[in-house]
């Protein structure tokens, strides 16, 4: 069974820096793709970045050039680094991480950890 296990969330001032991890319970080459996603109050949850196998990485319009995506394959692990943290950046953050087969869609979530950027 796969477990997905985050670290790093916290409280942090507007402007401020911070870096999530989500470590999995098996090898990340595993998984098609990787990636962060949130939920604020009353809002749906929302992709924030995705990394693929092979490295290729995506981001929500939303955070570009303020966050990076990056994963280390030794210890099956994945960050998102933070950076210039505004108050619409607060949520719960999930890791996901995803394998295609034959055309359907498996994904895997880890528990969640609140980001909260006070302002």
């Known amino acids: 069974q796969v477990q997905l296990v985050e670290s790093g969330g916290g409280l942090v001032q507007t402007g401020g820096s911070m870096t999530l991890s989500c470590a999995a319970s098996?090898?990340?080459?595993?998984?098609?793709?990787m990636g962060w996603y949130r939920q604020a109050p009353g809002e749906q949850r929302e992709l924030v970045a995705v990394?693929?196998?092979?490295?290729?990485?995506n981001y929500a319009d939303s955070v570009k050039g303020r966050f990076t995506i990056s994963r280390d394959n030794a210890k099956n692990t994945v960050y998102l680094h933070m950076n210039t943290l505004k108050p619409e950046d607060t949520a719960i953050y999930y890791c996901?991480?995803?394998?295609?087969?034959?055309?359907?869609?498996?994904?895997?979530w880890g528990q969640g950890t609140q980001v909260t950027v006070s302002s």
């Open positions: 996901n991480a995803a394998v295609y087969r034959s055309g359907t869609y498996y994904p895997h």
């Open positions: 098996v090898s990340t080459f595993t998984f098609n793709t």
């Open positions: 990394i693929t196998s092979g490295g290729s990485t």
